[in-house]
C-alpha cells in the first residue's frame, strides 16, 4: 500500500487512504483496504468502521483552526489530566 493518509469527510467519516497497516487501541490490527471509512461520530454499529449513522446524527464535521493538515504516524491519545 504506499504512504497513507488521513482526512475528516465533511460531516462524515475519517478516511483513510493506502494505510500500510491500521491497529486499534488494544494493538490489534485492523482490516484496512485502500480507501477504508473510519467512524468519527461514535454512533457505528460496525465500529470503528463507518456504516453510515452519521447521516441521521447529522454530526458537523469543522475542523480547528491551525490544525495541521496531512499529518501521518502514530497518534497516541492523551487524558485531560496526564502531564
Known amino acids: 500500500m504506499g504512504n497513507g493518509k488521513i482526512k475528516a469527510a465533511p460531516n462524515g467519516p475519517y478516511l483513510v487512504e493506502n494505510a500500510p497497516r491500521l491497529e486499534n487501541s488494544k ?46 504516524g502514530l497518534l497516541r491519545g492523551s487524558r485531560d489530566n496526564d502531564p
Request: positive net charge; aromatic residues 2%.
Open 27 to 72: 494493538g490489534e490490527t485492523l482490516e484496512s483496504k485502500e480507501m477504508t471509512a473510519l467512524c468519527r461520530c461514535g454512533r457505528s454499529e460496525n465500529k470503528p468502521y463507518c456504516d453510515g449513522a452519521h447521516a441521521k446524527v447529522g454530526i458537523l464535521g469543522s475542523t480547528r483552526e491551525g490544525r495541521l493538515e496531512g499529518r501521518t
